[in-house]
């Protein structure tokens, strides 16, 4: 991983851009980062231009033309008992 740099976006926010370096491919990921009392957390990630914020909320916008909130929620929760 190579780091390039930092911007400040707010007082309590800010943009770390790095590249993975993998054989003859680099890889751009953008890290949205937030100041929270005593640290610094990611709550984004963006993969060459694409955030998972962003495409979490198309996935769910899909579903739940087609769905409830309930059967959404049903489905995150199936999810998450199968990975643990």
């Not at 709550?43 to 979490?56: A, H, M």
């Not at 929760?77 to 643990?84: A, F, I, M, N």
Request: glycine share 4%; net charge positive.
């Amino acid at each position: 991983m190579v780091y390039l740099d930092q911007k400040m976006i707010a007082d309590n926010s800010a943009l770390v851009r790095t590249h993975i370096l993998r054989q003859s491919v680099k890889i751009s990921i953008d890290y949205s980062m937030q100041s929270k009392p005593g640290a610094w957390r990611i709550y984004d990630v963006c993969v060459e231009g694409v955030g998972l914020i962003s495409n979490y909320r198309n996935q769910f916008n899909d579903i739940l033309l087609k769905e409830s909130p309930y059967q959404l929620i049903a489905r995150l929760k199936s999810k998450s008992e199968s990975t643990t």
